[in-house]
């Protein structure tokens, strides 16, 4: 772990969301500690309010969800001025202010160019730490400011049957073919929610590497791929307040061909 001494202003975190989290959590205690020896010491009133979110030179930003709690697709340009406009005022507790986007994969272009001018001349205090999949999905200017590191989940990759259901889905999403996700939900209405979670994250993982232009796009255009996305997340949702498979099932092959 870094100590303050060699902290960066602006730092990526490529890598899968928890982890990714995790390790933001870790640098922002770094830059906030208010320990005298080795930082993040934590235990110290700054560390734990960070640990708990609540540190009041901490601003942490996420997509905005409407108002049924569904998260918008992107992150946009208003977040990033409202964010930058703040960067300016003095830290309150600390010596820095930390500002953790997540998903800043899914900024806009706006928005990433709003950003990119804070990262150009940044407030001396100011530390930007941004969560994203893969840094491939952030503007070249962006990442050329940024101090990148790679984050490793301690999830293991989809099993092969789940990205192969996952390209079967993705196909007929594309194709906008109702019938054939209809056919994919009949067959594998029994899944448990375990072997759907896994279809889901292969997806996102596909739809990310899409989005990155690492994979064909089968002909969608980014939009189409962020409702895609943002539709395997919502499936995701949906399982962890333990809607069956069947009826999750049926949102995905009703929503994957209108999306
Ligand atoms: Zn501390």
């Not at 500002?99 to 530390?127: H, R, T, W």
């Not at 996700?181 to 590497?209: C, P, W």
């Amino acid at each position: 772990m870094a100590e303050r001494g060699q902290l960066s202003h602006a730092y990526i975190l490529a890598g899968p969301q928890e982890a990714a989290h995790r390790r933001a959590l870790e640098l922002a205690q770094a830059m906030l500690c208010s320990a005298p020896g080795a930082r993040p010491c934590g235990v110290c009133r700054d560390c734990r309010k960070v640990q708990r979110g609540v540190h009041p030179d901490l601003t942490i930003l996420c997509r905005l969800s409407d108002g049924k709690g569904k998260l918008k697709r992107e992150i946009y340009v208003d977040q990033i001025r409202e964010l930058a406009a703040g960067a300016s005022i003095l830290p309150g507790e600390a010596e820095r202010k930390v500002y953790l986007i997540q998903d800043a994969g899914m900024m806009n272009a706006a928005a990433q160019n709003a950003l990119l001018k804070l990262l150009e001349e940044p407030p001396s205090f100011v530390c930007l730490i941004l969560e994203a999949e893969s840094a491939d999905l952030l503007l070249e200017t962006v990442r050329s400011r940024c101090v990148l590191e790679h984050v490793r989940g301690e999830e293991t990759a989809p099993p092969p049957e789940a990205r192969e259901l996952a390209e079967r889905f993705l196909d007929a999403a594309a194709a906008r073919s109702r019938l054939t996700l209809l056919g994919i939900a009949n067959a594998k209405g029994d899944l448990s929610g375990a072997e759907l979670l896994d279809f889901t994250a292969a997806a996102r993982g596909l739809l990310t590497d899409m989005l990155c232009g690492r994979l064909p796009a089968r002909q969608m255009d980014r939009g189409r791929l962020l409702r895609l996305y943002g539709l395997m997340e919502r499936a995701e949702e949906y399982l962890r307040f333990n809607v069956s498979v069947r009826h999750v099932w049926g949102m995905l092959s009703a929503e994957g061909a209108s999306e």
